[in-house]
């Protein structure tokens, strides 16, 4: 049903019609539409995704309420429907054991060919169900929990690969549902019992990296200091005087600045010109057309004081 809070008008959704069900078993008896289990808006929210108890998916026009195309995707019921947050990918959780991931765009009101899974993540080893199943924060990986009632053990994929990353193994509990937060690698699971686990990573502080002298203590100890460790000498207050008058204030204000003698080459820039060689076809390098120049630039052109000289040397 689509409801409308506004006025609190109640509209069916459409089927997959009768017509399909006695064309895909003409021997037996009629079979009604099959009902509707999962369902969930696109981002834009003009068309809806819905699973079936039958393992179709289909995309409808919310405003014409059209059934724009219906995906047969297992023969076993689809439990439920997870959008990523870029409304681009599309996660359907059905009883066979198994997440499949599709590609969710529907710019075009609906496609003529049917739609295939990108990826299909499953439990190879325990084969067991799962309970729920969302997309990351940023959309770039998928994490399910499953359904078994002695672990709380949450899988994680990368959506581009498909390959398995981690799982987190919880309490013995069993858990209910979970969410990724929308910017942090943080998530949050429900179990059995009614109790919210918090996952995020775990950082610890390493100080010995700053500090090489720095010893972590593995609980609080009384320090006693020595009788004079904290007095300050009479030989370090006369250094410090010293220090102070031979030293003086530092001006940080205003530029000093250099003579140098104009005879000394180290303080002056240099301009090499690059030449490139040019090929005589042999092997050999050609001749080249022109002297390299180098210019010596005076330090009095930077300094303001005039045009300066410029010294030319043949290289």
């Not at 059934?67 to 689809?78: D, G, M, R, S």
């Not at 295939?116 to 729920?132: G, M, P, T, Y």
């Not at 204030?249 to 303080?267: N, P």
């Amino acid at each position: 049903m689509l409801c409308n809070l506004k006025d609190g008008t109640k509209t069916p959704l459409p089927l997959k019609g009768e017509a399909d069900a006695e064309d895909t078993q003409p021997d037996t008896e009629k079979v009604g539409p099959p009902g509707q289990v999962a369902v969930c808006f696109t981002k834009n929210g003009e068309h809806v995704f819905t699973g079936d108890e039958q393992g179709n998916l289909c995309l409808i026009h919310v405003a014409t309420r059209k059934l724009l195309e219906a995906n047969f995707i297992a023969k076993t019921a689809i439990k439920s429907l997870k959008l990523s947050r870029n409304g681009k990918h599309i996660l359907v959780n059905s009883t066979d054991r198994r997440i499949r991931l599709f590609d969710a765009d529907c710019s075009g009101g609906g496609r003529t060919t049917p739609r295939k899974a990108v990826h299909i993540f499953e439990d190879s080893v325990n084969r067991n169900q799962w309970k729920c199943c969302c997309f990351s924060g940023d959309s770039d990986y998928v994490c399910a929990g499953s359904s078994t009632t002695v672990a709380h053990n949450i899988s994680i994929w990368e959506r581009t690969s498909g390959h398995l990353e981690k799982i987190l193994e919880g309490p013995k509990e069993g858990i209910l549902d979970l969410e990724w937060h929308p910017t942090r690698p943080i998530i949050a699971s429900v179990s059995t019992l009614g109790v919210v686990y918090i996952w995020s990573k775990n950082y610890t502080e390493n100080w010995s990296a700053f500090a090489p002298d720095f010893t972590e203590l593995e609980e609080n100890e009384e320090y006693i200091e020595k009788e004079d460790e904290f007095d300050i000498h009479e030989w370090e207050k006369k250094d410090t005087i010293k220090s102070q008058i031979a030293t003086g204030d530092v001006d940080v204000i205003h530029v000093a600045r250099r003579h140098v003698d104009e005879s000394d080459s180290d303080d002056e820039l240099f301009f090499l010109p690059t030449v490139p060689d040019r090929d005589s076809g042999d092997g050999s390098a050609g001749k080249i057309d022109h002297e390299g120049v180098v210019e010596c630039h005076n330090e009095d052109l930077f300094q303001g004081s005039g045009m300066g000289s410029i010294k030319r040397q043949k290289v």
